[in-house]
């Protein structure tokens, strides 16, 4: 059993990403973000997903190299939005 607020395993990472595999679908997700913010119910929900539960409030790291650490999970999934880097995970 995963601990709330903890980023997915890999398995479960391809699970969670196997709808948004399409580039077209991960991009959808992100207009959604752009439009109504990270605390849009539907935004909130795929963060909780990504995240057993819990979006994790504190600093996190990824596996971007050269930009490991963001202020939030928001500000995280914004970036990889913004550089259409869809599947980098925390």
Not at 57 to 85: H, M
């Amino acid at each position: 059993v995963q601990q709330l607020g903890t980023p997915l395993s890999d398995q479960e990472y391809r699970q969670f990403f196997r709808s948004l595999r399409v580039a077209r679908r991960a991009s959808s997700a992100c207009l959604l973000r752009a439009l109504y913010g990270c605390q849009n119910p539907l935004v909130r929900r795929l963060d909780e997903y990504e995240n057993h539960g819990v979006i994790p409030e504190r600093p996190i790291c990824s596996e971007l190299p050269g930009t490991p650490v963001f202020p939030d999970f928001c500000t995280f999934s914004f970036y990889r939005c913004i550089r259409k880097r869809y599947f980098i995970k925390v």
